[in-house]
């Protein structure tokens, strides 16, 4: 018998995009107990009228997803410069390799450009680990979270065990 598929769901808005804990099966279908998330890509913009995740049950996503609403406050133009300076626009700058690591890229889009939901994960050289965050994410506003970065590259030795 042939397994319940959820058809393809499209993004609410322009604003927002959507991201799945599985691929697609070969006639584009997802299958069941796939969760799609609802990502908003504007910084102050919150979910609305839904929720954020929904997974494929049955053939049927639940439940609803939201849509992606900009939040009431304005903020003044000072404040947008001041993010924009600080965080650059909507992608992520590439990250600085820490002493004897290096960092690797899973992109979110078809470009190399740390678009959302891009991912940096710090490998360290031969004889050294990673301890701290290990991976990174790309967050809407074009930070790298958690906020606080990589771990350090330690000698194994240093390491206790």
Request: charged share 20%.
């Amino acid at each position: 018998p042939l397994t319940a598929r959820c058809p393809p769901i499209k993004s609410p808005s322009l604003k927002s995009t959507l991201e799945f804990d599985q691929t697609p099966l070969a006639d584009g279908n997802y299958p069941n107990s796939t969760v799609a998330h609802l990502i908003c890509l504007e910084d102050s913009a919150s979910i609305t009228n839904g929720v954020s995740e929904a997974e494929c049950i049955k053939g049927i996503w639940l439940p609803k997803l939201g849509e992606c609403s900009p939040s009431k406050k304005e903020e003044s133009d000072i404040e947008r410069e001041e993010k924009t300076f600080l965080s650059g626009p909507g992608n992520c700058q590439p990250i600085e390799s820490p002493p004897k690591g290096r960092v690797a890229y899973i992109q979110s889009g078809a470009k190399n450009t740390y678009q959302v939901g891009s991912t940096a994960i710090l490998n360290c050289d031969i004889g050294y680990s990673v301890s701290g965050h290990a991976a990174l994410s790309c967050a809407p506003g074009g930070t790298w979270l958690p906020a606080n970065g990589f771990g350090k590259c330690l000698s194994n030795t240093d390491l206790v065990h």
